[in-house]
């Protein structure tokens, strides 16, 4: 089973409700990934969810950029974890082999279209600034351009040129380790992340 | 034939185009938002695509990423279902520019009978019965004058209207002016605009609307009525069935023979029905006319041996309508009782959440129209629709003891559902002989009628 700690900012909705359609849904979900921590921060606020069997960490992966896409923070970085985020392509992101204490993220695609390689397309180990063009998605004859989110080295690129491309799916993983260290030290860990003033703080973890 | 077509549309109804389709022979392209990925339509369909985040506004309602995806899988047409995009005249505009053709009425037909005023002003055009309207009440004599002509009561609408503000019903003349005096002066104070106009209010009327089928070569027929009267205080659909019981049969033609002079007034092609509100007195007003398949076909399929939906794909593709009028007979009856994820008790408040058990109804005369599943998720972004049970046989009596015996059978662990109320509603005398109207449930099921009466203090 899963312990839960909640937050959340503004008071105008019940937390009986933030619980149903929100909590319980990703608490579900949780459930079924091979995942053994998991947080997300959305408008609404943060929730982070815990398994309790022991984790073997190594490191951790977030799925970003698809603004829909709360970030998530998984504490057992592998394929398995990445599918259950990239959902019914996204089986095609190769194994990473993470090392302990680095932060990956997928770069996620916002339309559905067909990828095109940047030219050049960037090359693993490649130093990336954030904002830079990773690739293309075109769609309704528009280029739509990929843009990295954050500073940070390429692991892999995990589309290839041509290939159509759902919403959400992964096209990049990305390490974004030293971006992260500098821009927020005082984000990690997530357990002792004070809520922000005004928070609801449940008393007890709720039965999910 | 199409090769292929692209659902753009979710749940049960999803599922109807698919089945549709594969007994058509063409491809199913699915299209799911991320709160839908372990739902049936993609698991049913050739090829799925997601589309986006689970609210609709950015993916069922995502245009752009329908149409791209609508590419990328190179499909012909697209069947947009109901709600949705499913009358929306932009969406219909989008997919023909883009080359696919959209599997329902042209945009301008959807543009006209989508705007109220444009509909009604065709409709009595066409000859067929509007509810009267006075126009922008000028003086108090005028006023006097049009509604002795149409009768009490009357309702006084706001022209800018909207949230009930500026309405007022007056039963009798010596309440008009004042009626008058105190719509205007709301109307003027919540939108700046104090004019209002007079509508002739039916009481307590029966929904009865009219089915029809037109090709793109001008052949029109109609398919029967359904009734619809049973309806939530919301004037949502619940429970609809056809034949409509106490109909009279002179009354019946005239209404199926109005739908079609419609339908051909605004040169309509493809599946559309015409929604009338027939009074005690036996008259019948236009009221609107949905431009795309209804929640509640299976009933008309069921008595008519008629597939709607792949009439709708085959007129798309440009086939003509090989059935003719002297071929509609209905045979039977069926009915159709709505399981939503509701809360009845609390208003037919929407629930959400996973299914646990789930068993549907089977057997003889029962047709069952569904997404869910044992274990399923009920996302809380979409309509409540769980599943549509039809129930039918020879006579009236016959599908209301099967749909009775179907909803005993039925199981819908993990959320609240409307099979309580439906089971409520076939127990009732009223409905029993056929006597129901719009409020119908709100005053005899859902209040206590020793409640209702005291009321009114009767």
Redesign the interface.
């Known amino acids: 089973m899963a312990d839960s700690k909640t937050s959340r900012s503004g008071g105008r909705q019940g937390i009986g409700r933030f619980l149903?359609?929100y909590v319980?849904?990703l608490s579900?979900a949780f459930a079924q990934t091979p995942l053994h921590e998991l947080r997300v921060t959305t408008e609404q606020g943060s929730v982070t969810l815990v398994k309790r069997a022991p984790a073997q960490l190594a490191a951790s992966i977030e799925a970003t950029s698809?603004p829909?896409?709360a970030p998530l923070e998984a504490t057992r970085p592998s394929a398995d974890g990445m599918r259950a985020f990239g959902?019914?392509t996204a089986s095609l992101v190769p194994a990473i082999n993470g090392e302990a204490g680095r932060t990956y993220v997928t770069v996620n695609a916002e339309?559905?279209?067909?990828f095109r390689n940047a030219a050049p397309p960037p090359a693993p180990g490649e130093a990336l600034q954030s904002g830079q063009v990773l690739g293309y998605i075109e769609?309704?004859r528009l280029r739509n351009e990929v843009r990295c989110p954050d500073d940070a080295t390429l692991v892999a690129q995990v589309v290839l040129d041509g290939q159509?491309v759902?919403?959400?799916?992964a096209l990049f993983v990305i390490d974004v380790t030293h971006a992260r260290a500098a821009a927020a030290p005082a984000e990690l860990p997530p357990d002792v992340q004070a809520p922000p003033a005004g928070d609801v703080q449940l008393a007890e973890p709720p039965r999910l | 034939m199409f090769a292929k077509v692209l659902i753009a549309n979710r749940g049960e109804i999803a599922i109807r185009v698919i089945r549709a389709c594969r007994e058509l022979g063409v491809k199913t392209v699915a299209v799911f938002s991320?709160?839908d990925?372990q739902a049936l339509h993609?698991r049913f369909a050739d090829e799925?695509?997601?589309?986006?985040?689970p609210?609709t506004a950015?993916?069922y309602l995502n245009i752009?990423?329908i149409?791209?995806?609508a590419?990328?899988a190179g499909v012909d047409a697209i069947h947009p279902g109901y709600g949705l995009l499913s009358e929306n005249a932009q969406f219909a505009e989008i997919c023909a520019s883009?080359g696919f053709k959209f599997i329902g009425p042209s945009p301008a037909a959807i543009a006209l009978m989508g705007d109220k005023s444009s509909a009604k002003a065709h409709m009595a055009d066409a000859g067929v019965p509007v509810i009267p309207g006075s126009g922008i009440v000028e003086s108090e004599d005028e006023a006097k004058r049009f509604c002795r002509e149409v009768g009490y009561p009357v309702l006084i609408k706001a022209t800018a209207g909207g949230g009930g503000k500026g309405m007022r019903i007056v039963g009798r003349e010596a309440d008009l002016v004042a009626g008058l005096t105190a719509a205007a002066g709301e109307a003027q104070a919540a939108f700046g605009d104090g004019r209002v106009y007079i509508e002739k209010l039916l009481v307590r009327p029966r929904h009865i609307e009219v089915q029809v089928l037109a090709d793109e070569f001008g052949h029109v027929i109609h398919v029967g009525e359904r009734d619809c009267s049973v309806q939530k205080p919301s004037h949502q659909k619940l429970l609809e069935e056809t034949p409509a019981p106490n109909l009279d049969p002179a009354m019946r033609a005239e209404l199926l023979a109005s739908a079609v002079r419609a339908a051909h007034a605004v040169n309509y092609a493809n599946a559309g029905t015409l929604e009338f509100l027939v009074a005690d007195d036996g008259r019948y007003y236009f009221m609107e006319m949905n431009t795309r398949i209804q929640v509640e076909h299976p009933v008309t399929e069921v008595v008519y041996g008629i597939d709607l939906v792949k009439w709708q794909i085959r007129i798309a593709a440009g086939e003509r309508l090989t059935v003719r009028q002297e071929e509609i007979r209905p045979t039977g009856h069926a009915i159709e009782c709505r399981i939503n994820a509701e809360d009845v008790a609390h208003g037919f408040r929407p629930t959400?959440?996973?299914l646990g058990s789930v068993i549907l109804p089977g057997g003889p005369g029962i047709r069952v129209d569904t997404h869910v599943f044992s274990g399923a998720?009920v996302?809380?972004y979409y309509d409540s629709l769980l599943a549509k049970i039809v129930a039918s046989d020879r006579t009236r009596g016959g599908a209301i003891v099967r749909m009775r015996r179907a909803l005993a059978e039925t199981e819908m662990q993990g959320v609240e559902t409307t099979i309580s109320v439906h089971e409520r509603v076939l127990a009732m005398n009223s409905f029993l002989d056929g006597h129901t109207h719009v409020t119908w449930l709100r005053e005899q099921v859902l209040q206590p009628p020793s409640a209702v009466g005291a009321a009114h203090g009767r």
Do not use: F, M, W
């Open positions: 149903r359609e319980r849904p579900e698809s829909a896409t959902g019914r339309v559905v279209g067909i769609a309704l159509p759902d919403y959400g799916e | 991320e709160a990925r993609p799925a695509y997601c589309i986006g985040p609210q950015r993916s752009p990423n149409i791209s995806a590419e990328i883009h959400a959440g996973k998720e996302p809380p």
